[in-house]
C-alpha cells in the first residue's frame, strides 16, 4: 500500500508560482510513476504531469508546469509558473507500479491517489 499526502496549495493571484509537493509513504519505489492530475467544478479530471524515467506534460501546460522528484524524500513536486484562474482546481497527486510510458497521461494508469490540495488562482 502506497499513501500520498499533498501540500502547498493555495490562493494565488494570476501570474504567480507555486509549488505543489506529494509525500509518498509506505512500499512506494523509486521506479514508480508519479504523476498530478487536477480536477476544476464541473470538470472531468485532467492529466497535468507525470514522472519515471522521463518526464511528461499534458501539451496544453508544458512550459508552464515543472515536474521533479526527489527518491530520497519519496516526494514529487510540481512548479506551477506564471498562473491563471483558468488553472484553478484541486491538484491530485498519483503513484503506478508500471514504469511504461505508453498511458501515464490516464488515470486507469495508476494505483493510489492523494486526497488533493486546492489551488486557487484569482485574477
Known amino acids: 500500500q502506497v499513501r500520498l499526502v499533498e501540500s502547498g496549495g493555495g490562493l494565488v493571484q494570476a501570474g504567480d508560482s507555486l509549488r505543489v509537493s506529494c509525500a509518498a509513504f509506505?512500499?512506494?519505489?523509486?521506479?514508480?510513476?508519479m504523476g498530478w492530475f487536477r480536477q476544476a467544478p464541473g470538470k472531468e479530471r485532467e492529466f497535468v504531469a507525470a514522472i519515471n524515467w522521463r518526464t511528461y506534460y499534458s501539451d496544453s501546460l508544458k512550459g508552464r508546469f515543472t515536474i521533479s522528484r526527489d527518491s530520497a524524500k519519496n516526494t514529487a513536486y510540481l512548479q506551477m509558473n506564471n498562473l491563471e484562474p483558468e488553472d484553478t482546481a484541486v491538484y491530485y497527486c498519483?503513484?503506478?507500479?508500471?514504469?511504461?510510458?505508453?498511458?501515464?497521461?490516464?488515470?486507469?494508469?495508476?494505483?493510489?491517489w492523494g486526497q488533493g490540495t486546492q489551488v486557487t488562482v484569482s485574477s
Open positions: 509506505g512500499a512506494i519505489q523509486s521506479t514508480d510513476t
Open positions: 498519483a503513484s503506478s507500479r508500471y514504469y511504461g510510458s505508453s498511458a501515464t497521461n490516464t488515470p486507469e494508469f495508476y494505483h493510489y
